[in-house]
C-alpha cells in the first residue's frame, strides 16, 4: 500500500535537511517531530539507493518510494546494555570508544561506531535528564507572541478599535531582539513577521525554535508535531528549518520566554501610557524600544547584544534570498467528477487533467495563481479568479468533452451563415433565448446538420418560415422539411381592423 503524501513529503524533507541542508540525524529528527532511527533508516536508504539531493524534478512520491524501500537486509545484531554502559561511564578515563571496542570484541558483528553511539544518546534522552542548553552562534532563533498585546485607539482616542499582537523574535547566542506589532495572529501576520525580523537582522537563522502556536504548527503533538505548510515553505524558501518546541516543555524555549519578558518590561510597559491609532505608529516606537534595548549593556558579560549579535551571530547566518517569500496558503482537496477542485473563498473551481478524478491533491493559493500538486507534482495551474465560477483548462478535457468546448456561438453562427441569413437568424436566435447559450448547442447543431439530408437551399427555405412562426427550435425546422412545408409560399397576413359597431362607445364617451 502507497505511503500517503504526508509521509512522503516528511521523507522529503529528510533528504532536504540531511543532505542539502547538512543537519545531524538529531537536529532533523527533533525538527520534524520523527525518531531519530527513523531519520537514520531514511537516509540510509538513500545512500544505498544513490539517491541524492536535490531529487530530479521529474521524480515523483511512487517513483521515491520505490527506490527507498526495497527489501532490508537480514542482519541479526544482539543489542548493548545501555544501563551497564552508562553506568561505566562514570568512571574515569572511561569512553565510549572503550566501552564500543569491549562490546565489539563480545559480538564482532554487532554495531557499528556511529550507530552505537547514536542508540546510546537515544537511550540517554528517555532518562528525561535536565541540562543546561547550549545555543551556537546564528542558529537558533526563538519565535513567540506576547501573550500581551497593544491596544489601537479609534481617531476620538477614547474607543479602542482592536488590540494588536506583539511578535517577537530572539537570537540564540546573543539575544538580539526584534518585536513587532501585528494585527492578529493569523497565518499572514506570522508570515510577515517572520519576513520583518529575517530584514532587521540581515541574515536567516538555520533554526527557527517556534512554539505550538496554530500559526506555526498545524496540530500540536509531543513526537509528531505538523508543521504549516505555509510556515514549511516560506522556511525552505529562506533556508531555513522549523523545529517545533516540544509541549510542555519550558526549557526548550527558554529564550523566547526571556525574550518575551523583556520586551513586556521594557516595550510593553515603557509605551503603556501612549495611545497609538494605528499599526505604523505604533511600530516606530516599538523600533526605538528594541533599538535602545539591544544597545544595552549585559550584567553579567561584557558587551551588548548588538555587539555581539554583528560580531558572533551574523557571521554564522545565511544570506537572505533575492526575493521574499510569495506568500501562499495551501490546502487539500478532492477532485469532483467534473475534474474541477473548488476554492471555496471565492467559490471558484480549477481544472485538472481529468485522470484525476476522485484523487485528492494539494493547492497551493497565492494572490495571483492557484496550483494544484499530485504526488509531489504540479498538475495544473491557473490565474486567480476572485469571485464564483469556472477556469477551465481545455488540454485537462477528456476528448469528447474537448471537442465540444471548441463550439462557441459566434463560431456556430457564423457556421450556420454559410447556408444563408435565414439560418444564421435562427441559430442565434435560440441561443439568445436558452438561458446560457451552451444549452442551445445541441440543438443548433441539429438543425445544421439537417443540410446533409435535405440540402442547404431546403434548409434555408425551412429555417425562414421556422423565424415567420416564432418557432425557434429543432423540431419545427425538422417537421417543416418532413411535410414539405418549406416548399410552399408564405401567406401573407391580412390586417385586422375594427369593425364599425353600434355599441363602440369610443374616446369622447368619457368626456
Known amino acids: 500500500m502507497p505511503r500517503p503524501h504526508t509521509a512522503m513529503r516528511k521523507i522529503r ?6 543532505l542539502g541542508e547538512g543537519l545531524s540525524h538529531r537536529k532533523v529528527a527533533a525538527a520534524l517531530g520523527l525518531p531519530t ?67 565489539r570484541e563480545s559480538d564482532p558483528d554487532g554495531y557499528g561506531y556511529s550507530q552505537f ?12 535528564l535536565v541540562m543546561r542548553q547550549s545555543h551556537k552562534a546564528g542558529e537558533k532563533c526563538f519565535v513567540d507572541y506576547s501573550g500581551t498585546g497593544i491596544p489601537i485607539y479609534a481617531e476620538d482616542l477614547t474607543t479602542v478599535d482592536y488590540v494588536a499582537e506583539l511578535f517577537v523574535a530572539v537570537m540564540g547566542a546573543s539575544s538580539y531582539l526584534y518585536a513587532e506589532a501585528t494585527r492578529s495572529q493569523e497565518l499572514f501576520w506570522w508570515i510577515s513577521s517572520h519576513e520583518n525580523a529575517f530584514a532587521f537582522f540581515g541574515a536567516v537563522p538555520r533554526l527557527l525554535i517556534v512554539d505550538n502556536l496554530r500559526s506555526g504548527v498545524s496540530q500540536a503533538h509531543r513526537y509528531e508535531p505538523d508543521v504549516n505548510p505555509t510556515y514549511a515553505e516560506m522556511a525552505t524558501h529562506y533556508g531555513c528549518v522549523v523545529m517545533p518546541a516540544r509541549a510542555y516543555r519550558p526549557r526548550d524555549k527558554a529564550k523566547a520566554e526571556a525574550g518575551v519578558l523583556f520586551a513586556q518590561r521594557w516595550i510593553l510597559a515603557r509605551l503603556r501610557r501612549r495611545r497609538f491609532t494605528s499599526l505604523e505608529e505604533a511600530n516606530a516606537a516599538i523600533a526605538v ?93 491557473h490565474l486567480r479568479v476572485f469571485g464564483p465560477g469556472h477556469s477551465t483548462e481545455i488540454s485537462h478535457m477528456p476528448i469528447a468533452h474537448r471537442r465540444h468546448a471548441e463550439w462557441t456561438p459566434e463560431r456556430l453562427v457564423q457556421w450556420a451563415a454559410r447556408t444563408g441569413e435565414a439560418t444564421a437568424a435562427l441559430v442565434a436566435g435560440i441561443m439568445e433565448r436558452r438561458p446560457h447559450p451552451e444549452h442551445g448547442y445541441r440543438s ?68
Not at 524533507?13 to 540531511?18: A, N, S, T, Y
Not at 532490508?72 to 544482539?78: D, E, F, N, V
Not at 429555417?463 to 425546422?477: D, E, M
Request: aromatic share 10%.
Open 13 to 18: 524533507e529528510v533528504l532536504r535537511l540531511r
Open 37 to 103: 532511527s527513523t531519520v537514520t533508516g531514511y537516509v540510509q536508504r538513500a545512500q544505498i539507493a544513490g539517491v541524492t539531493w536535490p531529487l530530479p524534478p521529474d521524480m515523483d512520491d511512487e517513483e521515491l518510494e520505490s527506490r527507498l524501500f526495497g527489501p532490508p537486509p537480514a542482519t541479526a545484531r544482539s543489542k548493548p546494555d545501555f544501563a551497564k554502559i552508562h553506568l561505566q561511564l562514570k568512571g574515569k578515563g572511561v569512553t565510549l570508544t572503550l566501552l564500543w571496542l569491549e562490546y
Open 117 to 128: 553511539c547514536e542508540l546510546y544518546r537515544r537511550w540517554r534522552a528517555t532518562t528525561d
Open 289 to 381: 524600544c528594541v533599538a535602545e534595548l539591544n544597545a544595552r549593556p549585559y550584567k553579567k558579560m561584557p558587551g551588548s547584544r548588538v555587539e555581539v549579535f554583528t560580531s558572533v551571530d551574523l557571521p554564522a547566518m545565511g544570506e537572505l534570498p533575492e526575493y521574499r517569500y510569495d506568500f501562499a496558503i495551501w490546502k487539500t482537496a478532492k477532485v469532483g467528477i467534473d475534474y474541477h477542485v473548488e476554492v471555496r473563498e471565492n467559490s471558484h473551481y480549477y481544472s485538472v487533467p481529468h485522470r484525476l478524478v476522485g484523487s485528492r491533491v494539494e493547492l497551493r493559493i497565492s494572490a495571483r495563481c492557484v496550483e494544484v500538486f499530485h504526488s509531489h507534482q504540479r498538475v495544473a495551474s
Open 444 to 511: 443548433c447543431l441539429g438543425i445544421m446538420r439537417l443540410s446533409k439530408r435535405y440540402g442547404p437551399e431546403r434548409l434555408e427555405a425551412a429555417c425562414t418560415r421556422a423565424l415567420a412562426l416564432g418557432s425557434y427550435n429543432y423540431r419545427s425546422v425538422s417537421s417543416i422539411l418532413a411535410k414539405g412545408l418549406d416548399a410552399r409560399p408564405l401567406s401573407t397576413p391580412v390586417p385586422r381592423t375594427n369593425p364599425e359597431h353600434t355599441n363602440l362607445r369610443g374616446a369622447g364617451y368619457y368626456s
